[in-house]
């Protein structure tokens, strides 16, 4: 039937044009090993280790530029699911509300604004959509996630792109709480639509526990001798009203990401359509729920974001859960540095070691407001530290703080290192705003602090 039928979504195209020369760019491997306090000196080797197969990635920039550098690679026909929830055309510019020593602070996280409305959404998306189509495996599936905005719009370029036959589900997502109106129904549900590459797709049932009344009087009553209570529970439907939004400010889960989903949401879509071998993306990826997902079910995963504070709390929350080792890359994307001032690193010898004392004496971001003024651990979210830095940052250690956001990071550690006569240390921090900035430290055991 898909071949047959010729009704297509129209509208006046302005489609940038694809640029087939894009290329990542590696920005830093990634080897979680998380510190809180520096009450212990940390004993350390110089052991980089190289990222295995070029899976586990989060990437900064265009998802356009990103997915096109991935096809260039040869990743044509590898991922076995695409779970998307891109910008809804709401018209709204997202940013996220720190409250910090009295300061409102307002973190620009991403735009839904679109000049020609619904037409630029469309050119937007459409292109994206044919790519992942090609990345997709033959056993691959795409998760679409939309509400009423677009999501009627957006049916019919996937229709178009993957064939009307192959729409598996339209899953409702129903939550409660927020904000309602006295002029319409609450708005309490978003759409989900489910596509398969071929029909060949994983599918792995899933299940929901019965109804406290289905157990009390067991279903053979109602249904006859041939249905008995499986052990797992009954099977899932296409809509879905048992898992909520994030809506507690504190809930332990948010991130402080404007549209962050939750992570049983990501971990039935991961568990449904896809197998532990399998390769997971998505290219619009925000606070990162998708890898964390996929860390706890084994998944191997590939994200993209183009804000810097999506990157910034993806990474953030990756090291927080210990995550398998990653690479962090960018696609024609600078990323904005602040000011950083470390004080001179002492070295002194230690047993067999040598101690590195590494203290951050300051830092500011570029731009500043000039009623902010907030101390470097408040401005600061993490800092990240390679030991043996030659000219590419493996990360090795991240000083995080206990809570986040409250000013308690430690900005000194102390390291043991096995005794050398010259150190090369690169020292990278990541602020409240989604900036990062790098500094090399070469040092000397005779005369420590030399900057490069
Ligand atoms: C609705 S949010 C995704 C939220 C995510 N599902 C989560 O759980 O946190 C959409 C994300 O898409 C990103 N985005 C929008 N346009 C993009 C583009 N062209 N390339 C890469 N990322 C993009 C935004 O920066 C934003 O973080």
């Keep these: 039937m898909g071949d047959k039928h010729t009704a297509r979504l129209s509208w006046e195209k302005q489609i940038e044009p694809l640029s087939s020369s894009c290329n990542l760019t590696d920005w830093e491997y990634v080897k979680p090993h998380s510190v809180y306090e520096r009450n212990e000196a940390i004993f350390a080797e ?241 606070a990162g729920t998708l890898a964390e997902a996929a860390e706890e079910l084994g998944r191997r995963w590939i994200m993209a974001d183009n804000s810097e504070l999506a990157v910034t709390t993806s990474n953030y929350r990756l090291l927080k859960r210990n995550a398998r080792p990653y690479l962090i890359q960018t696609v024609n994307e600078v990323r904005n540095e602040g000011i950083l001032d470390l004080d001179p690193i002492r070295i002194s010898p230690c047993g067999a070691s040598n101690l590195l004392q590494i203290q951050i004496k300051d830092y500011k971001p570029a731009e500043i407001t000039d009623d902010l003024e907030l101390t470097a651990a408040q401005y600061l979210e993490y800092w990240e530290l390679d030991l043996d830095y030659q000219g590419f940052f493996h990360s090795d250690y991240q000083m995080l703080p206990r809570r986040r956001f409250n000013g308690s990071l430690d900005l000194s550690l102390a390291v043991m290192l096995p005794v050398r006569t010259n150190y090369s240390i690169g020292v990278r921090t990541h602020d409240i705003f989604g900036h990062t900035t790098t500094k090399i430290v070469n040092v000397t055991n005779s005369s420590p602090g030399g900057e490069v």
């Excluded at 695409?82 to 018209?91: G, N, V």
């Excluded at 050119?123 to 009423?148: A, E, N, Q």
């Excluded at 409660?176 to 994983?202: E, L, N, P, Q, V």
């Excluded at 499986?230 to 549209?259: C, R, V």
């Design 46 to 286: 110089f052991k980089h280790t190289s990222p295995e197969d070029g899976s586990n990635r989060l990437i900064l920039g265009n998802n356009l530029d990103a997915m096109q550098a991935l096809l260039n690679e040869g990743r044509e026909g590898t991922i076995d699911l695409i779970y998307i929830d891109p910008p809804y055309l709401s018209e709204i510019d997202y940013s996220s509300k720190l409250n910090l020593s009295d300061h409102k602070i307002q973190r620009s996280a991403f735009q839904d604004k679109w000049p020609r409305g619904i037409d630029s959404y469309l050119d937007m998306l459409y292109p994206r959509l044919k790519i992942m189509h090609r990345l997709l495996s033959p056993r691959g599936s795409i998760f679409v996630h939309l509400d009423w905005h677009v999501s009627h719009y957006v049916r019919l370029l996937l229709d178009e792109i993957f064939g009307n036959d192959n729409l598996v589900n339209e899953i409702i997502w129903c939550y409660t709480g927020g904000t309602g109106s006295k002029k319409h129904f609450h708005r309490k549900h978003d759409t989900i639509f489910w596509y398969s590459k071929s029909t060949a797709y994983i599918f792995n049932p899933q299940y929901r526990p019965y109804s406290r009344q289905t157990l009390e009087r067991g279903l053979t009553r109602v249904k006859g001798p041939k249905y008995t209570l499986h052990e797992q529970g009954a099977l899932m439907q296409d809509w879905w009203s048992d898992i909520n939004k994030i809506l507690s400010p504190t809930a332990h889960e948010n991130l402080k990401y404007p549209t962050q989903k939750p992570i049983a949401l990501m971990k039935r879509i991961i568990a449904c359509a896809s197998n532990p071998d399998s390769l997971v993306a998505d290219f619009f990826a925000g």
